[in-house]
């Protein structure tokens, strides 16, 4: 099979298959997967991975590795070409995995929101990827791949040679999962270690020449184009979206990006400030952020038929110069349902398809871009100009 090599045992291990996203996304590598693709299921508990692997139907193998055992990551990591990780929060349990994939020139994938993570990774892991050619893929899942990869399909339609601005609108119907609210509350109660870890990063970092690209802030306000009050979305979506362009010649020579939620009242707008602070006031006060965490557990999710009825769409406005675009990225139930499909499609395209020369830790804009845009259309995830 093309882009397929024998030089491993596994072409892709999936982590977390016990968990709710990580069955998910275990379904969605059966459904898609091609004939002949080498593949496994990985975690702590054997029966559990057996349970699952025979609920599912799968002719896999299980394997067997604690998130801390360093020697059972790295055989893992050397026994295949690409790791999927469904395992968070992931600044608790995620960084021997990739430092595992890291060191084995394996390409690692996660499902992470939490930025600290991202730079702590980047910090500790980028040099020694860069030298064995492993490609660090994170927040393949919701976060970041609509906004992403939306932004990547909306500055195609834009002139390369202008400033490009771009604002990226979110409105949704979906429940976010436990795993989800669990990452994000840990980074809310860790503001000031985020600040510190992205300093750090910032330092080290060479930035490209004779070019700028970074996401900007804003007050809600209402949206002239869309009709829609716009609210900032605290989320790793516009850093994201900002290395991406960083990245990219096609981003322009200042490329400048916004993220916002999208309501259609006033109202809506000022009650979803609310919570959002109310949460991250919560998420400082260790009782309060235990109560909350017992509240939400992590490995559960909707039905099928809640989450059948859940809906997301991102709405892209970019202007060059006098040109504007309005571009439009869509699909289905976005915290479950488009998160596994959209991580198991990321993993299927490392592994297959014929890609850009990259290493070290990677947007998905950057290491995979118009063939994994191939693959999320003829999954039903919708990108269009309007």
């Not at 994938?109 to 860069?130: I, K, N, S």
């Not at 604002?167 to 840990?186: P, Q, Y």
């Amino acid at each position: 099979m093309a882009g397929m090599s024998q030089e491993r045992t596994y072409d892709i291990v999936l982590f977390g298959a016990t968990g709710f996203t990580g069955g998910l996304t275990a379904e969605q590598l059966a459904q898609h997967a091609p004939e002949g693709l080498r593949w496994a299921i990985a975690g702590r508990n054997r029966d559990r991975l057996e349970q699952v692997r025979d609920r599912l139907g799968l002719d896999v193998d299980v394997l067997v590795a604690e998130s801390s055992d360093a020697g059972a990551l790295a055989d893992v990591a050397r026994s295949t070409r690409v790791v999927i990780s469904t395992i968070g929060p992931y600044l608790q349990h995620g960084e021997p995995l990739v430092a595992a994939c890291a060191e084995a020139g394996t390409d690692y994938l996660d499902l992470t929101g939490e930025p600290e993570f991202v730079d702590r990774v980047w910090l500790a892991h980028h040099q020694t990827a860069l030298r064995t050619g492993a490609r660090l893929v994170h927040a393949c899942g919701f976060d970041s791949i609509p906004h992403d990869l939306g932004a990547y399909f909306t500055v195609k339609h834009l002139p390369s040679d202008r400033p490009i601005t771009l604002r990226g609108v979110v409105r949704s119907s979906g429940t976010f999962s436990g795993g989800t609210f669990h990452s994000a509350l840990n980074q809310f109660s860790r503001a000031r270690q985020m600040k510190q870890t992205y300093a750090a990063r910032r330092r080290s970092e060479i930035r490209p020449e004779g070019r700028s690209s970074r996401s900007v802030g804003g007050r809600p306000h209402r949206d002239p184009v869309l009709g829609y009050w716009l609210l900032p979305l605290p989320t790793i979506d516009p850093i994201i979206v900002a290395r991406s362009g960083a990245v990219l010649e096609e981003y322009g020579p200042k490329f400048r990006y916004s993220h916002w939620a999208g309501t259609k009242t006033l109202h809506y707008a000022v009650g979803g400030a609310a919570v959002v602070a109310g949460v991250s006031l919560a998420a400082q006060v260790g009782p309060l952020r235990d109560f909350l965490l017992r509240r939400v557990p992590q490995g559960s999710g909707p039905g099928e038929a809640r989450r059948e009825k859940s809906w997301f769409t991102v709405d892209f406005v970019g202007t060059a110069g006098d040109q504007r675009v309005h571009t439009r990225v869509s699909g289905g139930d976005p915290g479950y349902t488009e998160t596994s499909k959209m991580l198991a499609q990321a993993a299927l395209c490392l592994a297959l398809d014929d890609l850009p020369e990259t290493a070290g830790q990677v947007t998905t804009a950057v290491a995979m871009g118009d063939a994994l845009l191939v693959r999320l259309q003829a999954v039903g995830m919708r990108f269009e100009v309007l």
